[in-house]
């Protein structure tokens, strides 16, 4: 039960609490640690983006579910949290892309549209009419040949990792990714690593139909989604 303090500053987004806190983004911050996890691993070959898609009856479809969204040919993003906020945030980041590639004739760069997106966030804590968006995103991609990994989450903060997790699992993936992760691994050994820490985080509960892994790799310098094939070949090997 909130007390009668709280009750009257978590009505409006506008607001804030005589301690300096704003409810509403904390209420939209429980949206994403309830939702599924997903992990982004930087390497000196690449990135990695694992989700978890959290199948909870056998007469869904698996395909149907998709948490990895490729934005531009060299930028992919990740998403724990509310999916249909998480699907409007990616419309507008593929629409800043082909905005940049039309008015500058090239492709936009990664940090350029990690910050579009946190700003627009931002602007949905501060304005009334409007709640703020219930998912966080992993942003990754490769921009003058340097792999990028941001986090945005509801508030609009934005951040840079090497290695980083959302969504419920977090906790139990960062504390895997501090113990065991190193900036010199190759991007098989990083997708090993990111598929341990979704197992430490799931407690073991996923297989082949549940996972989406993405990639970008250098000399290719695309991002893809790989095929169930290529994800079956990473799972069934001993974690």
Do not use: W
Not at 25 to 47: D, F, L, N, P, S
Request: charged share 25%.
């Amino acid at each position: 039960m909130m007390n009668n303090n709280q009750a009257a500053y978590d009505r409006a987004i506008t607001v804030f609490s005589p301690d300096g806190r704003l409810y509403q983004v904390e209420y939209a911050r429980e949206a994403v640690k309830r939702g599924t996890t997903a992990v982004g691993i930087k390497c000196q070959e690449g990135v990695v983006l694992i989700v978890d898609k959290r199948i909870n009856s056998r007469l869904l479809e698996a395909n149907s579910i998709e948490k990895i969204f490729r934005i531009d040919e060299h930028i992919g993003v990740a998403s724990s949290g509310l999916v249909g906020d998480a699907r409007a945030l990616v419309d507008r980041a593929r629409i800043e892309a082909q905005i940049n590639r039309v008015t500058y004739d090239e492709p936009i760069d990664v940090e350029t549209l990690a910050k579009k997106l946190g700003d627009h966030m931002q602007t949905y804590t501060q304005f009334g009419g409007a709640r703020p968006y219930g998912t966080a995103l992993l942003i990754t991609g490769i921009s003058d040949g340097q792999f990028r990994l941001f986090e945005t989450d509801p508030s609009g903060t934005l951040l840079e990792y090497k290695a980083t997790g959302i969504g419920t699992g977090r906790p139990a993936v960062m504390k895997l990714f501090e113990e065991e992760y190193t900036h010199e691994c190759t991007i098989r050994e990083a997708i090993t690593l990111g598929l341990k820490a979704l197992h430490e985080a799931t407690e073991g509960k996923f297989d082949v139909n549940t996972v989406e892994i993405g990639v970008i790799t250098r000399g290719q310098e695309e991002f893809r989604k790989m095929s169930r094939e290529e994800v079956a070949s990473y799972i069934e090997q001993p974690q």
